[in-house]
């Protein structure tokens, strides 16, 4: 499930930090985020002009608003800017207990200026409590650590800072998250203390060299809360948000926002694997591939065999050399057929694919006993013909190659090319010759129109457009472009017959795989 995350934090109208940052981070780790605004800031990559905090008032009906209504599966607190709005806070924190809070206990930014009033330091402590982790850097590790007496001092040293934060731990009941992003040095170590269970756990990581660090408190925290609520467990959660925020780091500067310290790319790892692309759904595939060979079942339309089936002029050799072709080709369509069930992600796909295969077979054979029997003649005994050849050859290449997404798609025109002609010619779409019971071909066109046929080209359909809507892009591409290459055979398989007396159309001697 979608872990749904509220961030209560302050505006950075510059995008990098505050609930902007939290809304972006949440959402690159799969959270479903919302925000509650506890102050607006003035303030881009080189510092804040201005704060203004609306009346405590407004923010306490916010978070009623989205508690009233929405479960709550994470909280982050980030800048809570004065006394006021952390009793707000915690008042309603008391009232609704979220099953998971991380405080980010925001009191200077990454450009020096005050985000919490002085005179709000004790009040964030009584906050402390409320939360299940706290996620200080150095700065404000001295201030929690510190008794609120002399000025705070901040730890110059790993081991000082872990000191400290055992020491905030102990005294609050919270597990604290030491970060040492503001460390001196090449290493950048975070550190997981909870003096509850008196354990620590060190994340190691060497220091990105870069100026892109606006909002990595901010971000942090958020994918800590959004990951907490999936996994349940705080070191897991840990480890995959530092991985996540050390990718989005290392493109911060490439993003060119700002002159100072920029912000990280949140979404660098989702944009780089794909995530900007969207997906059509299967009916929308279904349009686009069906009118995309629109071009080439016109050209079907108007092939002499075509007109010819279908007003019964056509004559007895080219018809039975057609059907010897079908024979052939069936043949070897039904063992790709059984590789596409073999190959199926699904019991279901499976099932349909070697029903399939048997139905194929089962057509072979009965043109044999039928159509193509002793009395035929040669036509119907010829060998495979150049373009038969051809056609099986691709659909034997998609089988070889084992992608069976891309092999069903190969397999799809001849379902749909030949419901579709049936359909039509039972319409009297190509005359009323063609429903003429007298017809010299009518047995062959009723199987045609076969109702079964047309449940099965339905169910063809929806496995390919559905694999190809939940494909990659590439790989629907590579679905598509072995999709038209069978239509383009299914135009040369039409036009064959005829290929002698008539010119070949110009796309059908154009086939490639
Ligand atoms: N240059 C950097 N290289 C790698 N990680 C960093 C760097 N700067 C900050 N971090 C990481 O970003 C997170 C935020 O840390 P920090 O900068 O200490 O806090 P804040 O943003 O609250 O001041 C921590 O996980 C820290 O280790
Ligand atoms: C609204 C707001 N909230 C928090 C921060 C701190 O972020 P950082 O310390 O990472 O610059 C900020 N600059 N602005």
Redesign the pocket.
């Known amino acids: 499930m979608t872990a749904r995350v509220l961030s209560i934090a302050g505006s950075d109208p510059s995008g990098g930090a505050g609930i902007q940052a939290d809304l972006k981070s949440i959402s690159a780790v799969g959270g479903y985020g919302m925000a509650a605004i506890t102050a607006l800031t003035a303030q881009n990559t080189r510092g804040v002009r201005a704060v203004h905090v609306p009346p405590a008032g407004f923010l306490a009906a916010q978070l009623d608003a989205i508690s009233d209504d929405i479960t709550i599966d994470a909280v982050k607190l980030g800048m809570l800017a004065n006394a006021e709005v952390i009793r707000t806070v915690a008042d309603w924190l008391a009232r609704t207990r979220p099953p998971i809070v991380v405080l980010?206990p925001?009191m200077v930014a990454?450009s020096g200026d005050r985000l919490l009033d002085a005179d709000a330091e004790s009040a964030m402590r009584e906050l402390l409590p409320l939360a299940d982790l706290v996620?200080?850097?150095?700065?404000?590790l001295a201030v929690l650590a510190g008794s609120g007496g002399g000025p705070p001092v901040v730890a110059t040293t790993w081991a000082e800072a872990i000191a400290q934060a055992e020491s905030v731990s102990a005294r609050y009941g919270v597990r604290v998250l030491a970060?040492?992003?503001?460390?001196a040095g090449d290493a950048?170590?975070?550190a997981l203390v909870d003096a509850a269970t008196a354990t620590i756990v060190d994340?190691g990581?060497?220091?990105?060299?870069?100026t892109a660090?606006h909002?990595?408190?901010?971000?942090?925290s958020s994918a800590i809360a959004t990951l907490a609520a999936e996994h349940g467990d705080w070191p897991a959660a840990i480890t995959e948000a530092?991985r996540w925020?050390?990718e989005s780091?290392r493109h911060g500067e490439a993003l060119g926002v700002g002159g100072g310290h920029g912000p990280v790319n949140h979404f660098a790892g989702l944009w780089a694997r794909g995530g900007t692309r969207t997906a059509p759904t299967p009916a929308e595939v279904e349009a686009e591939w069906w009118a995309g060979i629109a071009d080439l079942r016109h050209e079907i339309d108007g092939l002499p065999f075509i007109r010819g089936l279908a007003d019964g002029s056509l004559e007895r050799e080219p018809f039975l050399g057609y059907l010897a072709q079908d024979a052939h080709y069936l043949r070897d369509y039904a063992r790709v057929l059984a590789e596409a069930s073999r190959l199926a992600p699904d019991a279901a796909g499976q099932a349909f694919w070697a029903n399939s295969a048997h139905g194929s077979i089962i057509g072979e054979l009965e043109l044999h006993t039928g159509w193509l029997g002793p009395e035929a003649g040669t036509a119907a005994s010829a060998p495979p013909d150049a373009t038969t050849t051809a056609y099986l050859d691709h659909l034997l290449a998609s089988a070889q190659r084992g992608d069976h997404a891309v092999l069903i798609a190969a397999l799809l025109p001849c379902f749909w090319i030949y419901t579709d002609l049936g359909e039509r010619l039972a319409a009297g779409e190509f005359g009323e010759a063609a429903l003429d019971p007298a017809h010299p071909y009518a047995s062959w066109l009723a199987t045609y129109a076969d109702p079964g046929f047309t449940v099965a080209t339905r169910e063809a359909i929806g496995f390919v457009t559905r694999a190809a809507a939940g494909a990659t892009p590439e790989h629907r591409e590579r679905m598509h472009r072995a999709f038209v290459a069978s239509a383009r055979h299914e135009l040369a398989f039409f036009a064959a017959p005829l290929a002698a007396a008539s010119a070949t159309p110009a796309s059908a001697g154009a086939v490639t795989a």
């Open positions: 980010d925001v990454t996620t200080p850097n150095l700065g404000e970060k040492g992003g503001h460390l950048a170590p975070d994340f990581g060497e220091r990105i060299a870069t660090t909002g990595t408190g901010c971000s942090l530092r925020l050390r780091l």
